[in-house]
Each structure stands twice: as C-alpha cells, then as structure tokens.
C-alpha cells in the first residue's frame, strides 16, 4: 500500500529525545522548548513563538490571548478542518462561515465585508492545504473594520505570499505539528506573534496563568496546554530538515502535475503566480466530466494498492453546528463543491517517483475504463 503520508523522523530527533530522557527534563520545563520556539519564530520571520499541545489548542490559546469572548463573532471559511471554527465556539463566540474561492479552496476575500456586523472581532483566514490566501486583502479588511487577524497556518509551514512567510501577517499564526504536517513532533502546536502583550498573555494563558507573585492566586482562566519536552527535542531535530522537507514536496509535486495535467476530468492544484505553494497534501478535483464518481475512484485506487483521503466537510454542514444553530440556511456552493470532488493522493517522505508515476498511470487508466 503506498501511504497518503508518513512523516520523516530519525537519528537527530532520536539523538535529542534521547538528551532529554537522560537528564531528566522530559516536562515543560526542559530547554528544547525555548530552542524550538525560537527557532520556528525565527523561520518564519517572527519575534516570538508559544508552543502548545496540538494545532487545535494553538487556535484556542491565540483567540484567548486576544480575549475573544461570549457574544464576539469570528470570521472562519467554509471549507476547513472543524478546529478553526471549535476554537471560536471553545470561547462561547460565534463562528461566522464565508464560502471560499474555487481556484485554491481559501476564504472569498469578497465574501468577507458582507458578513461583519458589530460583534465581529476578528477574521481567521486558513492557508488551506499549504496555499497562502489573499492576506494582503484580509489584512486591509482587518483595519478597516478594526478586526484582529488570526491565521491558521496549520497546512501551510513554509508557504509564501509574496516573499513572507504564512502566518506572519496577522496578529497571531497558529501551527499544528501533528504526524502529518511539514514538520512534526508527534502531536504538537505553536504561535507566533509579533506582538510582545500577546506573547506573555499566550505564555501565562497556556500555562493555567498562574500568579506573578503568588504563584496560586489567578487573574485569568488558563488552560494546560504545554508542549513536553520530549516533544519540543523532536521539534528542534526537524527544524534542520524543514527546507529539504518542503523542496522534496514541491518537487513531487511538480512531477504529479506534469503528469496529471492532461487526463480529462483530473484538476491538479492551482498556483497563484505571487504566492509558493507548500502543498501539504497533493490534491486533485475530480470533475463529473471524469466520468468516474470520486467514491469510485478511491475505490478503485484502494484496490491498486494506493491510499487516499477525502477533502474536507463544509462546517455549515456539520451536523454539530446545525443542531447548535451555528449554521443558517444559507448555500455555500464553491465549499460544497470541493468537498464532493477533492480528494488527496499519496504525499509521504518516503514516496518515489515510481510511486508517484504508478499513481498517475493508474488513475489514467480508470479514466480509460480500463480499470
Ligand atoms: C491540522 C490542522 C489543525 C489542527 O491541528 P491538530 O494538531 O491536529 O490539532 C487546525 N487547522 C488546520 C487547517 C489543520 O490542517
């Protein structure tokens, strides 16, 4: 079977993870933590990084520490994992759904304005699947209106729009670091803000703000959501490989799309010309022109042998959110529509171009109905 993913971890992580267990610094308190908050800031060209348990709780501590409150409203795109928009309703906000744009699948900066009312807050636009959206437009939105901007970069370590990094434009980005993100420490997040009030409200926040003077009396409702240091001595072997990480991806990618980019039906991902792709995952539209359902095709794919996965559920759709009476009746058709022709394809860092040819002849020869 040739995987959707697998992450690429060895003898560096093994070598600190094995630092950290000697000495005893297997908490929070360990050094690694700093080493890779620095260092991931760094990367992206940021001052100050906040590592948390995982990319869910990054959303959550970065709606905190910009005190996002009951009766607030936060802007989120339709089309997203269910963590962007949790994280809003953690804080008893409402999430506010904006359908997306058909060419990459990111927030409809047009669809935006029409959707802030006096409760909005903030805007949380997500870098979906490693494509940067429209942040210059998101960020002139953001002052008009007087909104905080809180990216979800989750996908999209490394990505570019226009020369600066994903995550670096808005008051705060947050990352995941799960199995399968650009770099991992197992399960893990992290923040990064420019903003030194914001760092030290996310420091004290994710770690039960606990008191200044008396270390037991609290101003604040904080959470538990520190990284260990085990996680963060993972975290510290990565970063030496991120940039050989991101090139491989783009390179396969590059090879997927040459040969994909002719089969009738198959839409291979869109690429605006100021933006550098990190792809997160290799995803494909497939279009009813194909003449095979999406459901078929991943059968049929499982049944050569190739694993793949399903695009996301628009949130408007979710049943959680209809029943909390999150969502209205309103169509969100773009989000729909990807949702119902998108699937990834295997992406691993063990993948090979043999591999990768293999998948694509396959997928032809459904097409041919030869398969
Ligand atoms: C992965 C992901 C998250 C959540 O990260 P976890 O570490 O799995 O909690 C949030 N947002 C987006 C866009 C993601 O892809």
Not at 131 to 145: L, Q, R, V
Request: a neutral charge; hydrophobic letters at 35%.
């Amino acid at each position: 079977m040739i995987p959707v993913f697998n992450p690429s971890v060895g003898e560096e992580e093994l070598k600190n993870v094995e630092d950290a267990i000697r000495t005893n610094w297997i908490s929070s308190k360990g050094n690694y933590i700093n080493e890779f908050e620095e260092k991931f800031a760094k990367y992206c060209g940021v001052k100050y990084g906040v590592a948390t348990t995982n990319g869910t709780t990054a959303l959550h501590l970065a709606l905190a520490s910009i005190g996002i409150a009951p009766g607030d409203e936060v802007i989120v795109p339709n089309f997203t994992i269910i963590s962007t928009a949790l994280a809003v309703h953690y804080l008893g906000a409402k999430p506010v759904f904006v359908d997306v744009e058909e060419e990459t699948g990111n927030i409809d900066v047009k669809k935006i304005e029409e959707k802030i009312t006096s409760k909005t807050k903030a805007i949380m636009p997500v870098h979906i699947y490693g494509h940067p959206c429209d942040i210059d437009e998101i960020m002139e939105i953001a002052k008009k209106y007087n909104l905080y901007v809180v990216e979800d970069a989750a996908e999209a370590h490394g990505a570019e729009y226009k020369g600066k990094k994903a995550g670096a434009f808005g008051d705060i980005g947050c990352f995941s670091f799960y199995s399968n993100k650009l770099i991992t420490t197992g399960e893990g997040g992290m923040i990064i803000t420019n903003d030194e009030k914001i760092y030290k409200k996310a420091q004290s926040l994710k770690d039960l703000a606990f008191g200044k003077e008396n270390r037991f009396v609290h101003e604040d409702i904080g959470f538990n959501y520190r990284m260990t240091n085990i996680q963060a001595a993972i975290g510290v072997g990565q970063m030496k490989k991120i940039d050989l990480v991101l090139e491989k991806k783009i390179e396969n990618a590059k090879i997927y799309n040459s040969l994909l980019k002719d089969i009738p039906g198959i839409r291979i991902p869109f690429t605006k010309n100021y933006v550098k792709n990190s792809y997160w995952m290799y995803t494909i539209r497939i279009d009813p022109s194909f003449g095979v359902s999406k459901n078929e095709m991943r059968k049929k794919l499982l049944e050569e042998g190739i694993d793949t996965r399903d695009f996301f559920f628009p949130l408007n759709e979710q049943p959680i959110f209809k029943k909390l009476g999150i969502s209205s009746n309103e169509e969100f058709p773009i989000s729909k529509k990807l949702s119902n022709e998108g699937i990834y394809l295997p992406f691993g860092m063990d993948l090979k171009k043999e591999e990768i040819k293999y998948v694509c002849y396959t997928i032809e020869k459904i097409m041919q109905k030869r398969l």
